[in-house]
């Protein structure tokens, strides 16, 4: 049975892990009958946000124990885990995604990805192995493997999508339910709540990205 | 267009509202076209767990505040909304349910139902409008509609099921792909992780029972 990593970030759209792209990420897997390793970076998030007044907070919360709400407790610490351990590797998205596995959110052109994060992206690329990102997590992949020249997409937001090809990346605009497919580099992306409008339609195009990477994996 | 409350009660299953449960009700319900409102009540969650460690942590935080971040901000407080507001009901579960819409997790057959959840759901019963709970959620149900001897399930935990029973609740067995329905209290109850084991399995639960209670409405 395959094992697909889910590269996690907190819990909550505006400063970890989009909840909803997570859960459709892990449900799209069980379906296909693949095994899940949820991980996140031991790591204190860039910000806590209050969801409710959308206002920075002055709280201190970790990436790792935060994502373990999604994972119900099953998740792994990123730092032990390596592309030997996994079949291949999906990045739902959510701010978190632009704020605690890299600093794209405030660094735009400037971009670092987290040492972790990069290294495990760089690992699972150097030997073939799939990876899948969601919503924001394509700014990621474009920042780690930026000299690749990966096709990915972002959905319509060209602004950000340029930002990204100053990376090496190529954008591709996408509707919510498609995915691009870039075979050469073994990356699957859709747009997700880049474009919204609802759990349906990113439904959709997670269910196809799922596809798509464990078929790549199989 | 139905519009059906979600009533969430924290985000993460050892503190709040179980997160795979409350998504997947909401995926059901856009999938059937029906809007959402989701609340939860303004108030300090009874305890925060380290969802890492299994461990309870000194910390302070808002079940509407987290809440908020299973519905991406748009949520209302549960004491702005009455039945008039809203056709159905569905609660998910999680320990939230028990410790924060009511005290069953701490008080057993000493449960009190918080006081704006009592309301909201004796309101809707009055008006025949249907409730839906998921997981341990019925017990919430249980004590706050005993006395009108309601026909639910939380899958297949015995003993748990008598405090339910002792309340006034009649408990029947039910696999984790089924629902128990009251057709004569407008209810309808599915075990999700009182079962388990996976996503997908509880998604057929979910999916039921969203569907029997959208019905409820049409």
Redesign the interface.
């Known amino acids: 049975m395959a094992k697909v990593g889910v590269l996690l970030s907190g819990?909550?759209?505006?400063d970890?892990s989009?909840?909803?792209e997570a859960?459709?990420t892990?449900?799209a897997l069980?379906?296909l009958g693949v095994e899940r390793l949820c991980m996140a970076p031991n790591i204190d998030q860039r910000d806590v946000v209050?969801?409710?007044?959308?206002n920075e907070v002055s709280e201190t919360r970790n990436v790792?124990?935060?994502s373990?709400?999604?994972?119900?407790?099953e998740?792994s610490d990123l730092a032990d885990i390596s592309a030997a351990d996994i079949d291949a590797v999906i990045l739902p998205g959510g701010f978190g995604a632009a704020k605690n596995l890299c600093d794209f959110a405030v660094a735009g052109a400037q971009t670092e990805v987290h040492p972790e994060v990069l290294r495990l992206l760089q690992e699972m690329h150097k030997v073939g192995k799939p990876i899948g990102a969601i919503c924001i997590a394509p700014a990621v992949l474009a920042r780690a493997l930026g000299a690749f020249k990966p096709e990915i997409t972002i959905g319509n937001d060209l602004a950000t999508a340029q930002i990204l090809e100053s990376f090496g990346a190529r954008h591709q605009e996408c509707p919510v339910d498609g995915v691009v497919v870039d075979q050469r580099n073994r990356l699957v992306t859709t747009p997700a709540y880049m474009l919204g409008p609802?759990?349906?339609e990113i439904?959709a195009g997670i269910d196809k990205l799922v596809q798509q990477v464990a078929g790549m994996v199989a």
């Open positions: 819990c909550g759209v505006n970890g989009e909840i909803h859960v459709l892990m449900l069980d379906r209050n969801h409710l007044s959308g790792l124990v935060e373990a709400r999604i994972a119900r407790g998740i609802g759990l349906r439904a």
